[in-house]
């Protein structure tokens, strides 16, 4: 099966009519924060951003499979040496839409640029707001382990009694852990703190983010074969990933540059893997644009 994706020119919350109801498996974005982006996108005020944002995240929710998860990759501002609330406030308002607030990732920004504040200290991590429709929903946890790492040298070399059986949180909060289970095991589960770089070359827009960010939630929450959306698709590196490892892939961006950028890499991937030229049907739409 071929993989290509389908990208659309114009606004996140009209475009998104376009899709069906409950036909996406995953869902991640990182939309204009408030004031920022002012030369691409116009910047929305702190004040209106919540109002400005919710009908778009009515229609994420429409869209989004019982199943599905929504990746949010947003934060806050400083206005007038304090940090802006409109993110809390969006967290709440969406709450009130339906979804539940299931989990926060973040991401630390582990090349961030050097900088001197009067009142705070350089911005080094950006959240990452997960999003469900349904306590119950894909995770494939099992795709993201990573190495267990030079502590289980020491710290499972000497056991204690507590350790070789389930030791319950002392707070009552019904967790615990078995630290013997672990042992003789190569893999663990990894953090909710991810250590990526940002993207340096930006790839001709103002705020892209890593290949491997993406990567890694699509990871997590897909399989092959599962369709991903980016409602502010920029410069496509969500497409491009999603397409890589075998999902269908939808985007939205308002800016005529950034749909041709992304319209022309995969007329380039295309021709590149299947010439000739000739066998290609491109799907010429109104607003959008689909390459089967």
Request: hydrophobic share 35%.
């Amino acid at each position: 099966m071929d993989f290509y994706p389908t990208i659309f020119l114009g606004d996140a919350k009209e475009e998104l009519l376009k899709i069906p109801d409950n036909s996406l498996d995953f869902i991640i974005t990182s939309p204009p924060y408030a004031d920022q982006r002012k030369g691409t996108y116009g910047g929305i005020h702190p004040n209106k951003y919540v109002e400005w944002f919710l009908p778009i995240t009515n229609q994420l929710f429409r869209a989004l499979k019982p199943t599905g998860t929504f990746i949010l990759n947003i934060k806050e501002k400083v206005l007038d040496g304090e940090r802006s609330t409109y993110v809390l406030e969006l967290i709440l308002n969406m709450r009130k839409q339906g979804w539940l607030w299931t989990e926060e990732f973040i991401w630390h920004k582990k090349n961030c640029y050097p900088g001197k504040w009067p009142n705070r200290f350089r911005d080094a991590w950006e959240r990452l707001l997960q999003f469900n429709k349904s306590k119950t929903f894909h995770m494939y946890q099992e795709a993201v382990m990573v190495p267990m790492g030079d502590w289980a040298k020491t710290r499972l070399k000497k056991l204690s009694k507590t350790d070789k059986t389930r030791d319950n949180s002392r707070v009552g909060s019904g967790f615990g852990k078995n630290i013997s289970n672990w042992l003789h095991r190569e893999m663990a589960y990894p953090a909710n703190v991810l250590h990526l770089a940002t993207e340096c070359s930006n790839r001709n827009h103002s705020a892209a983010f890593p290949e491997e960010l993406p990567e890694w939630f699509i990871k997590l929450f897909t399989k092959e074969h599962d369709t991903v959306l980016d409602p502010f698709m920029g410069s496509g590196t969500t497409l491009i990933v999603a397409n890589r490892m075998k999902r269908h892939a939808i985007g939205i961006d308002i800016l005529p540059e950034y749909y041709e950028m992304v319209k022309k890499h995969f007329n380039t991937v295309q021709l590149y893997l299947f010439a000739p030229e000739e066998n290609h049907e491109k799907i010429e739409h109104k607003r959008s644009y689909a390459i089967r």
